[in-house]
Nanobody, 120 residues
């Protein structure tokens, strides 16, 4: 399973960015898809998560500003980020949880991350 993020960059405070993440490969079913972020000197934190059925959950610091969505047919997840603040600056990682036919358990795969910098 390969997980690849895209869409990061430099944006001014108050601006918007849309991140995308694609899970590719074969022989698996995608379950949850999540976005995490890690700022310098800080622990990685959950930004948003979405189940295969579309149930979402957000970290407190991004509620009302970020929206997670997914396209199950394409195994893709998106993060629309609005009203960005300097404290949103971090490397954003996509995590995909998959299951395989006749193999017990769920397995998580991470992308390499995409940098988001919010600065004037």
């Amino acid at each position: 399973v390969q997980v690849v993020e895209s869409g990061g960059g430099l944006v001014q405070p108050g601006g918007s960015l849309r991140l995308s993440c694609a899970a590719s490969g074969s022989g698996f079913r995608v379950n949850a898809m999540d976005w995490y972020r890690q700022a310098p000197g800080k622990q990685r934190e959950l930004v948003a998560e979405i189940s295969s059925g579309g149930i979402t959950n957000y970290g407190d610091s991004v509620k009302g500003r970020f929206t997670i969505s997914r396209d199950n047919a394409k195994n893709m997840v998106y993060l629309q980020m609005n009203s960005l603040k300097p404290e949103d600056t971090a490397v954003y990682y996509c995590r995909t949880v998959i299951s395989r036919l006749r193999v017990p358990g769920n397995y998580a795969y991470w992308g390499r991350g995409t940098q988001v910098t919010v600065s004037s």
